[in-house]
């Protein structure tokens, strides 16, 4: 039977891993936001754009991972 756990081979290829400056910002924002207090308004309409771009790259990149793995794996 075949492992398939994060750090086996034929799973390497699905690390498609947020870039390091991308989560770096992200949690910029996130801790700017937490340190507003409950009810501020946090983003311009820029920020939430921003956002919403990496929120849609991330979804693509999450469905492109579970096509990948389900291919892995023989699922569907």
């Avoid at 949690?27 to 340190?35: Q, Y």
């Avoid at 693509?60 to 389900?70: G, K, P, S, V």
Wanted: hydrophobic share 35%; glycine share 2%; no cysteine.
């Amino acid at each position: 039977m075949t492992e398939h756990t994060p750090d086996h081979p034929s799973l390497q290829h699905l690390r498609a891993a947020v870039p390091d400056d991308d989560r770096h910002s992200i949690e910029r924002i996130r801790r700017s936001v937490a340190m507003l207090p409950p009810g501020q308004k946090a983003l311009t309409r820029e920020d939430a754009m921003v956002v919403l771009s990496r929120l849609d790259r991330a979804e693509t990149q999450i469905d492109h991972l579970r096509d990948a793995l389900e291919d892995v794996l023989g699922t569907s």
